[in-house]
């Protein structure tokens, strides 16, 4: 049987990303864009989007993303409440307000029933959060934004590689942001990517945050053709940041890419093998989409278990006297009625948001098909 040390290691890396590293290094190339570039249009091609731009960070990411769809002072996103703080705030640093909307309790992701009544004249763009890897409604959403013309964002920090009904999460909006942190499935250091089809996005995203990619910069070498208006922009970002990407970074992303769907793949069939064998058991549910729905959960990223029963502490204590020590209540904080947003906006009530810790747990995070080691896991959750 497999160690769990190796099951729960992660990010699979070999000699093949440590030479390509360490050839940045060697090269003294670490602040150029050349490898960047090469990983951007590799990345593209993977997710079937035409534009990929490298980011520092997803954080960075997400705040071009909502730039490039016209946010900014006086206007407005939606947002759901459980998620990762950087879904909403990059929005805050661009003088918007974030209106959060509640999760659905199945999927974890923006709940389409919660979002209309909340768009108003000043809307400019939703975030979808494909939560863990759980695609969202995205059919139902982007009709909804689509008729008020507001922007879907999918933010993908967690779902690289998910499918929503055979189409890859990250191609279904107007732009997708995406972090490749060290801890997330697509793992490459403090990085990100931006993806779209949008032209106009893509040279907005750039002209935030890239000074050395527009057109006519005397730092750059070779430059991306932008919109004039953008154009004279070139040398100094329109938003007094620097994005760009570590190139240690984009070298090991290369690599991780060639092998990203082989290692998933492996996931996905050890997730899904540990739910099938409790999927008897009346307290727990998978947090997964429907196995005929074309849609997938990608990598897996923070996997969660779904809890209806009547008491998830004493439920999460048991599997944690039985052997794993990770098994607590709970996933993301509601970001509504943190101080950062609520001292801005009087919070409302979202109660599924509020109950994540009453509706959700922790579960194995599998890297391995190894079917003894996910069988000792699994009898360890089956508690009733
Ligand atoms: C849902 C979500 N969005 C955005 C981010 C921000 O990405 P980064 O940490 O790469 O800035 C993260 C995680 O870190 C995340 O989980």
Known sequence: MISAEEMFHWPIVTAEDEEAVVAIMRAGIMSGTDVTRKFEKEFAAWLGTTYALGTCNGTAAIQEAFYACGVGPGTEVICPSMTYWASAAPAVSLGADVVFADIDPDTLCIDPEDIEHRITSRTRALIVVHYAGHPAEMDEICAICRKHGVKVIEDVSHAQGSLY?????????????????????????????LATNDREIFEKAMSFGHYERIAASR???????????????????????????????????????????????????????????????????????????????????????LYRGGDIDAYCEKVRNAGFESCWPGANMPLHIHPFFAERRKPESLPHSENIAKNAFRIPWFKHFDKEFIEEYAAMYRQD
Request: aromatic share 8%.
């Open 165 to 193: 009904k055979g189409r890859k999460c990250g191609t279904l909006g107007d732009v997708a942001a995406i972090s490749m942190m060290g801890g997330k499935s697509f793992a490459i250091g403090e990085g990100g990517m």
């Open 219 to 305: 730092y750059s070498s070779p430059s991306e053709k932008v919109a004039p208006e953008l154009e004279k922009y070139a040398g100094c970002p329109l938003g007094g940041v620097k994005h760009r990407m570590n190139q240690t970074c984009s070298a090991m992303g290369r690599v991780q890419l060639k092998y990203y769907d082989e290692r998933t793949e492996e996931i996905r069939k050890a997730m899904n093998y540990f739910w099938d064998l409790l999927a008897d058991c009346k307290s727990i549910r998978a947090h997964r989409p429907a196995a005929d729905s074309g849609s997938t959960m990608g990598g897996w990223y923070s996997p969660a278990g």
